[in-house]
């Protein structure tokens, strides 16, 4: 079978699939704050920023293989890696850090700003993002080859997008907290990325060196978490005072090897 009538095939399945899977357009946010809901007094809140570090060697990423799909060779004439462990200057980049726990009633509006993740290169971008429940996310093709998007959630609804189509976007919402969701392309087998899904704006993707901050943070004693794709998680307690610029440092320990 021609190459071309190949992805003809896999076109009709994705889209056929995306219809059955698809159904995160009809997800809908809880509309409303609840009884007793606190809203954030920007004139006390404080900060909380610090990096995230590797200790050791970094592991070398493993190539990627793109020879079945030439639009992508052209795209990556010097070839590509994987992206899972990215170190500058110590710092761990791609590290997602949350405050995963201390908000009590605290409320926040959904975003009505759409998060983006685009295709571009054969590559996801961002590779780690974070996202509001409620909050739309338009997933785009940026590439002139097929692609299809596919989320495998634990807690949210699962999706399967197929875009053949370069510019084709489409728009997608979760409802429920979750870190992190998995995506895919079944297309091309190297292409992951991750998005952190939180009900309150305070996290952030690491990077210039493993870096965060999370602004416009409440007085409050939290629970932070620091995840990676593959090096885990790690929590930490920190108490923030009224107008305090908090700092935290995580620190992982390079494995002995990686595989990617």
């Not at 639009?71 to 590290?95: H, K, M, R």
């Not at 992951?192 to 060196?209: K, L, M, R, S």
């Amino acid at each position: 079978m021609r190459m071309k009538d190949l992805r003809s095939l896999i076109v009709i399945g994705l889209v056929a699939l995306s219809g059955a899977c698809g159904g995160g357009d009809k997800q809908t946010a809880t509309a409303g704050p609840p009884p007793g809901a606190k809203r954030v007094e920007s004139a006390t809140a404080g900060s909380l920023a610090g990096r995230v570090l590797l200790d050791g060697p970094v592991p070398a990423n493993l190539p990627i293989k793109m020879a079945a799909d030439p639009f992508c060779v052209t795209q990556n004439p010097n070839g590509a890696s994987f992206e899972n462990f990215v170190v500058t200057d110590g710092g761990l980049e791609n590290v997602f850090v949350y405050v995963k726990d201390g908000l009590g009633n605290y409320y926040f509006d959904a975003p009505t700003e759409p998060a983006k993740l685009d295709q571009q290169g054969c590559r996801y971008r961002p590779h780690v993002l974070g996202i509001r429940t409620g909050q739309p996310l338009d997933i785009s093709n940026s590439d002139d080859t097929m692609h299809n998007v596919h989320a495998l959630p634990n807690t949210n609804r699962e999706f399967n997008v197929g875009q053949a189509v370069k510019h084709q976007v489409a728009r997608r919402t979760f409802t429920a907290p979750e870190v992190m969701v998995p995506f895919k392309c079944d297309v091309h087998g190297w292409m992951h990325a991750y998005i952190g899904v939180i009900n309150h704006p305070y996290f952030a993707v690491t990077q210039g060196g493993g870096k965060f901050e999370l602004k416009n943070l409440p007085a409050g004693t939290y629970t932070v978490e620091a995840w990676h794709e593959k090096l885990g998680t790690q929590t930490q307690k920190v108490t923030v005072a009224e107008k305090q610029a908090a700092e935290i440092t995580f620190t992982f320990k390079a494995p002995a090897a990686a595989g990617n």
